[in-house]
């Protein structure tokens, strides 16, 4: 039994497990594959982050309200939620933050680009978009690199003299917060898949998983983050579970509220459970303002996701309540 239990070693989920258990939560992350980091170990790492701390220690003028007038007039369909993208702005740089005082991630401002659309109101041509500075796994993981996406980018390798452990992009993201994951006493169980979530009058209380032949039981007291990746996974794991109120589950995934609960059908949301990263509804809608939108909300929902997570009520679960 654990407080937090993460499903999925993607970015939002490491995001929200050192954020949870930099809490005071014990935190396990389950991963299916042999390997932490999902997409972004072999992304570009690029995030999208308004008013981040780069921006003002180079001067570069950005404000909450400029970065909201941009992202709502890229949108023409009005589909997106201005809840959740108001809480993407304003903590956005926050997270990033969080992250990088608690990981070996860092972050430096994209040389080459600004907003996907310059023209439009309160754009800016450069500094909301963030890269991560590169960094040598060797040191920062020594041998545990082993267990992490591995894409090494060997341009830049090669054109700025660094040996071959060094990390740019992605793999530079996964490999800073993994450490710093592992420094906040994050567990990690590979190979393993996450095959039910586990229910009790309505709450979600810990997961259910697969471990070559074996099956587990991990109960978590305060909560379970989904952070899954792609709608194919996680819709296979919302459809083997049933709660009385029901999961909001659209095509585009799971609707959430602003710390990353997964909303209810009947209203409310479902006690215990958490969507973060591509598994839930994007908060950005249709219109992404620059590259690195995606896992720039991702970072920050995640980081959400386990502080709400961290200092939710523990629950009285018990061994015998699975379904
Ligand atoms: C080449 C490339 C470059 C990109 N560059 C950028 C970029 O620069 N900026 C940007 O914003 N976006 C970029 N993206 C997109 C971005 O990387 C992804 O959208 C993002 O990484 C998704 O993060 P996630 O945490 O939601 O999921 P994922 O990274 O997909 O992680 C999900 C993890 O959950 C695991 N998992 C799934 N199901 C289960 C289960 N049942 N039990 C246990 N584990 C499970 C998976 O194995 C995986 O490790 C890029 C994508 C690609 C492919």
């Not at 239990?5 to 930099?22: D, E, K, L, N, Y």
């Not at 890229?74 to 933050?97: N, T, V």
């Not at 996406?149 to 003299?161: C, E, F, M, Y």
């Not at 909560?223 to 990746?229: F, N, R, S, Y």
């Amino acid at each position: 039994m654990v407080d937090v239990v993460v499903v999925g070693s993607g970015a939002a989920g490491v995001a929200a497990a050192i954020t949870a258990a930099r809490n005071g939560a014990s935190v396990q992350v389950m991963e299916k594959t042999d390997q932490l980091g999902g997409a972004y170990g072999c992304s570009g790492g690029e995030v999208w982050i308004p008013c981040n701390d780069r921006m003002v220690e180079a001067g570069l003028d950005d404000s909450f309200e400029d970065a909201v007038r941009y992202v709502k007039g890229l949108s023409h369909d009005g589909r997106f939620d201005p809840a959740l993208i108001e809480r993407f702005i304003r903590k956005g740089a926050k997270a990033i933050r969080f992250l990088e005082q608690n990981s070996a991630y860092r972050t430096e401002i994209a040389a080459a680009n600004g907003d996907h659309l310059p023209r439009l109101a309160r754009s800016k041509p450069t500094g909301r978009l963030l890269v991560p500075a590169a960094l040598d796994a060797r040191r920062v993981l020594g041998g545990t690199r082993r267990w992490v996406r591995d894409v090494p980018n060997g341009k830049s390798a090669v054109r700025q003299g660094f040996s071959e452990t060094v990390r740019s992009g992605g793999p530079a993201l996964v490999t800073g917060l993994v450490r710093g994951a592992l420094d906040a006493g994050v567990m990690f169980r590979r190979n393993c898949t996450v095959s039910r979530l586990m229910v009790e009058s309505g709450e979600v209380v810990g997961t259910v998983l697969d471990q070559g032949a074996d099956r587990f039981e991990v109960l978590a007291r305060r909560g379970v983050i989904l952070a899954c990746g792609g709608l194919v996974d996680g819709q296979h794991l919302v459809a083997a579970t049933s709660t009385r109120e029901g999961l909001v589950w659209t095509h585009e995934g799971l609707r959430t509220d602003v710390d990353g609960r997964v909303k209810a059908a009947r209203g409310g949301v479902i006690d215990g459970l958490y969507a973060v990263g591509a598994v839930a509804v994007d908060v950005l809608g249709d219109r992404h303002p620059g590259p690195g939108a995606a896992l720039g909300s991702y970072l920050t929902f995640g980081y959400l996701a386990g502080r709400h997570a961290a200092h939710s009520p523990v629950r009285p679960v018990d061994a015998q309540l699975i379904v």
